[in-house]
T-cell receptor, first 115, second 107 residues
Framework: DAGVTQSPTHLIKTRGQQVTLRCSPKSGHDTVSWYQQALGQGPQFIFQYYEEEERQRGNFPDRFSGHQFPNYSSELNVNALLLGDSALYLC??????????????FGEGSRLTVL | DAKTTQPPSMDCAEGRAANLPCNHSTISGNEYVYWYRQIHSQGPQYIIHGLKNNETNEMASLIITEDRKSSTLILPHATLRDTAVYYCIVRVEFARFGAGTRLTVKP
């Protein structure tokens, strides 16, 4: 049973470009959350998707957008990249029906470097 | 959302118990305490969670004070592989992580 998988693992972009990161949740999971982790800091919540809708959003600008597909996989898009967007982007999935309880399963992340 | 406070770093001798504290004085009555750890740029790994009773699993024990304003994660026999950043969070939904505690287990 594959866990949460993310692609690509590493990528380099230049300022002003756009990037798309992909996530496949753990089998049976229908909720996907995205996090940004800058070097030396804890993960920061970007948004969560459930039933193809954005349920909750953290304090991130509209340049950060997402999508969830019918198979529960998800994409994170970042437009007009800034140097400060360089970070590890983590995807996490959660078992349905557990509400506020139950653990988040994280992928290994996509490391984005903006030059 | 309740905020958590953790010491930035701790050391522990290999084979000894590691006790990692967390303050969550604004926790609500129905919010769980979760502990995760992250080993050098890997994805965070779930360790344990609890509401108000002490919990134990194969990885660790969680002690929550009676007033639920603080908790302690205990790794009973720390190994070098337990060197990681440990995060205490409240409410896993839309979880907000702080900077965590960097635990270094030394031989």
């Amino acid at each position: 049973d594959a866990g949460v998988t993310q692609s690509p693992t590493h990528l380099i972009k230049t300022r002003g470009q756009q990037v798309t990161l992909r996530c496949s949740p753990k089998s049976g999971h229908d909720t996907v959350s995205w996090y940004q982790q800058a070097l030396g800091q804890g993960p920061q919540f970007i948004f969560q998707y459930y039933e193809e809708e954005e349920r909750q959003r953290g304090n991130f600008p509209d340049r950060f957008s997402g999508h969830q597909f019918p198979n529960y996989s998800s994409e994170l898009n970042v437009n007009a990249l800034l140097l400060g967007d360089s970070a590890l982007y983590l995807c996490a999935s959660k078992n349905p029906g557990q509400g506020d309880t139950g653990e988040l399963f994280f992928g290994e992340g996509s490391r984005l470097t903006v030059l | 959302d309740a905020k958590t406070t953790q010491p930035p770093s701790m050391d522990c001798a290999e084979g000894r118990a590691a006790n990692l504290p967390c303050n969550h004085s604004t926790i609500s009555g129905n919010e769980y305490v979760y502990w995760y750890r992250q080993i050098h740029s890997q994805g965070p790994q779930y360790i344990i969670h609890g509401l108000k009773n002490n919990e134990t699993n194969e990885m660790a024990s969680l002690i929550i004070t009676e007033d639920r304003k603080s908790s302690t994660l205990i790794l009973p026999h720390a190994t070098l592989r337990d060197t990681a950043v440990y995060y205490c969070i409240v409410r896993v939904e839309f979880a907000r992580f702080g900077a965590g505690t960097r635990l270094t287990v030394k031989p």
